[in-house]
């Protein structure tokens, strides 16, 4: 490995490796290293510089299998060149191959544009001769210069990677007066892997209070509601975290009883709120990812729950939330 290094980093010389601009295509599995990731490795073998108006892109693809991990890299040119495999059990070990072997890629590229930028222009070649005749029609004729042909610069990759989830999460909240509401839920999450990644969840919930004693009757209380959250972008923190801050929305039902013989009640109310969620991850190998949130929302439709003799709960302003599960990948 040490050799390789040595490889890529000798071929050109320091100021040609900073005029080396290039695009990056990434995609990978989201239990992978992502693009950044990537970048930062390729830092270090390479002063390619990454940009996205780059005549020449840099194609890595990561994909899983029953043996674990297998990766390609090909610099796209006006053809493909500079293909490298790698297959490994860990997808970390993977994504440093392929960085190393694209830190290499570059560097033959700009070795053969600076050979083509020394080498000596070909003589013309000599015009075949031709009869009397056609050298007078030859030398009448008026010639002029053939408009020179633009190489076609190979389209951006625009490649998109799509994968799904479902979670399992317990949690609390405080959605009914001073007492904590615990509840479980199961959800389903769609994710896209295009420069970042981004995700879309939509969950379904129940949960209770404990039931209290109150005057001469028991009150008890629960909800259920589905709750959606939007993340626009997940940022990795080395190889096995990540995190998001995502708007939040639910939309439910609640219902409160009380059984007291001479002031019992009970309602079901409409429940409806906008907020946040911060939303912390931590992969088990490659397959199960532990997820802890902490939110807060704003009841849009505000829930008091009154009886013959006065208030029992009211519905807070701000309703924190706390939820810990886990995640598993369907694809």
Not at 24 to 41: G, K, M, N
Not at 98 to 126: K, N, Q
Request: hydrophobic letters at 45%; aromatic letters at 6%; glycine letters at 10%.
């Amino acid at each position: 490995m040490g050799a390789l290094v040595g490889l890529a980093s000798n071929r050109a010389s320091a100021q040609e490796r900073s005029e080396l601009r290039t695009r990056i295509s990434f995609s990978a599995p989201s239990t992978c290293p992502d693009e950044q990731r990537f970048r930062a490795l390729l830092a270090q073998h390479s002063e390619a510089i990454v940009d996205d108006d780059a005549p020449i892109t840099l194609r890595i693809e990561v994909t899983k299998d029953e043996k674990g991990h297998r990766g390609r890299v090909a610099l796209l040119t006006v053809e493909e060149e500079g293909t490298r495999e790698v297959a490994a059990k860990r997808c970390e070990d993977v994504v440093r191959g392929l960085a190393l072997f694209s830190a290499i890629a570059l560097d033959a590229y700009l070795e053969r544009l600076a050979a083509e930028a020394h080498a000596p222009p070909a003589p013309p070649p000599a015009p075949p001769s031709l009869p009397v005749v056609e050298q007078e029609q030859a030398s009448r004729a008026v010639t002029s210069d053939a408009p020179r042909k633009r190489i076609a610069r190979p389209p951006a990759s625009r490649s998109v990677v799509v994968d799904g989830a479902v979670g399992f999460a317990l949690g609390a909240r405080n959605a009914a007066g001073s007492g904590l509401v615990y509840g479980a839920g199961v959800s389903g999450e769609l994710g896209i892997m295009h420069r970042f990644r981004s995700s879309l969840r939509a969950g379904l919930n129940l949960g209770a209070r404990v039931p209290e004693t109150h005057r001469e009757g028991t009150l008890s209380f629960g909800m259920a509601w589905l709750q959606i959250d939007a993340c626009p972008g997940w940022v990795a923190f080395g190889r096995t975290f990540s995190a998001a801050v995502c708007p939040s929305a639910e939309i439910g039902v609640q219902r409160a009883a009380l059984d007291d013989i001479a002031m019992g009640r009970t309602e079901l109310r409409p429940w409806l709120s906008l907020g946040g969620v911060g939303r912390m991850r931590a992969a088990l190998g490659n397959t199960v990812e532990l997820e802890a949130s902490v939110g807060l929302v704003a009841p849009v439709l505000r829930y008091d729950f009154l009886t013959i003799g006065g208030e029992v709960f009211a519905t807070p302003n701000l309703v924190p939330t706390a939820t810990f599960g886990a995640v598993l990948p369907i694809f």
